[in-house]
Each structure stands twice: as C-alpha cells, then as structure tokens.
T-cell receptor, first 113, second 114 residues
Framework: KQEVTQIPAALSVPEGENLVLNCSFT??????LQWFRQDPGKGLTSLLL?????REQTSGRLNASLDKSSGRSTLYIAASQPGDSATYLC????????????FGTGTRLLVSP | GAGVSQTPSNKVTEKGKYVELRCDPI?????LYWYRQSLGQGPEFLIY????????DSGLPNDRFFAVRPEGSVSTLKIQRTERGDSAVYLC????????????FGPGTRLTVT
C-alpha cells in the first residue's frame, strides 16, 4: 500500500528565503507526482506535475524534483513571499489504469513579511 | 474557462439525514474523481468515473455512500443516514484523460453532521 509522508508538517520563514519542502513515498512504482497548494477553506490548486520519466519540473519560482528510486520528491520555492503562505500537498499518482492519487498530509507554510 | 464547481459550498445536516453533493467538472473532461479530506489530513480517494461508469469505487467507506454520473458530466455523491464521522470536506476533481493527466480540483463541499 502506497504511503506518502511530508516533512516538515509546518514551516515558518521570513520573506525572501529560499525553502525546500520534502515528500517521500513508499512504493516507487508511481505514474507521476503532483504538487498542490491549498489555501484555508479552499480547494487544491495544481502547481507542478512530474511524470515518472522526468526528473524535475519548473514553474516560475517553483521547482519540483523527483527521484523514484529513493522514493522522494522536493518542492523548492525561491525568494518566498507572504502570498506563498498556504498548505502544500504532494500526491503520488498510482499506475492503476487511471490516475488514483495518494496524498501526504501536507506542509503548512507561513511566510512572514 | 470555467473550472470544476461544487455545490453547495457548505452543508450542515443532522445525524441520520440524507445528503447529496454535486460536482460539475470541466467541460470535456471524461475522468471524474471524488476525494474526502478530514481536518488536518490530505485528501483520500473515494471513487473514480470514466464517462458514466464508476470504474473504481474502492475508496467508498461503506454502503451508505453512493455516487452517480448519469450523463457523463455532472456527478452527485450521495450519503445516506449520515454520521458525525462523515463530517469532512468533499472534493471533486476532473481530468481530460485516463492516466498521467493532471487533476483539476473544485473548491469542495464542507459537510458538517451535527
């Protein structure tokens, strides 16, 4: 059974810092890995999707990497801003013939001005 | 274009009542998913539709939960004899294809059973 863990559970940083969020998964047979952002009381916004054949994806100040063999993914946020404050969730996409996502419990990020 | 929409945004019901939660996916998306998110947890898979059929309902917690998608677009999640433990945010997502496709999530329905 696939299990996804995110460390740390919460992170507080001053504005401008670069930071790394970690995600680990127990079964390396994933189809892809997706990072989401969730604001309080809101749904999920997809940030980056890394296919199993890829090593990383970049969007603006965000960079996500994937190492299937070690069961790890990281989300790097450069020059953090207060607007980045949210919960970040990673989800492993299972190869079940459809896109079943297994989520971690998230990292709650607070960027203070 | 319009994203995934869910109604109602909030639903408060008494224990034992029946509720229906609606999801309107992105137009043209054939795959539709329901997830449940309890407080402080990540979303958990409930059921997946490809077109009109439920291709995988292995995440439904018990037979009080049922979902339909009669015309391959809008889906309704139905919960009978609600229990306090059913309180959670119910999220719907759609995707343009079967596997490997990005899932787009709606804002969720917050269900509170009193």
């Amino acid at each position: 059974k696939q299990e996804v863990t995110q460390i740390p559970a919460a992170l507080s940083v001053p504005e401008g810092e670069n930071l790394v969020l970690n995600c680990s998964f127990t079964d390396s047979a994933i189809y892809n890995l997706q990072w989401f952002r969730q604001d309080p009381g809101k749904g999920l916004t997809s940030l980056l999707l890394i296919q199993s054949s890829q090593r990383e994806q970049t969007s603006g100040r965000l960079n996500a990497s994937l190492d299937k063999s070690s069961g790890r993914s990281t989300l790097y946020i450069a020059a953090s801003q207060p607007g980045d404050s949210a919960t970040y969730l990673c989800a492993a996409g299972l190869n079940t013939g459809f896109q079943k996502l297994v989520f971690g419990t998230g990292t709650r990020l607070l960027v203070s001005p | 274009g319009a994203g995934v929409s869910q109604t109602p945004s909030n639903k408060v019901t008494e224990k034992g009542k029946y509720v229906e939660l609606r999801c309107d996916p992105i137009s043209g998306h054939t795959a539709l998913y329901w997830y449940r998110q309890s407080l402080g947890q990540g979303p958990e898979f409930l059921i997946y539709f490809q077109g009109t059929g439920a291709a995988d309902d292995s995440g439904l917690p018990n037979d009080r939960f049922f979902a339909v998608r009669p015309e391959g677009s809008v889906s309704t999640l139905k919960i009978q004899r609600t229990e306090r433990g059913d309180s959670a945010v119910y999220l719907c997502a759609s995707s343009p294809r079967l596997a490997g496709g990005e899932q787009y999530f709606g804002p969720g329905t917050r269900l509170t059973v009193t």
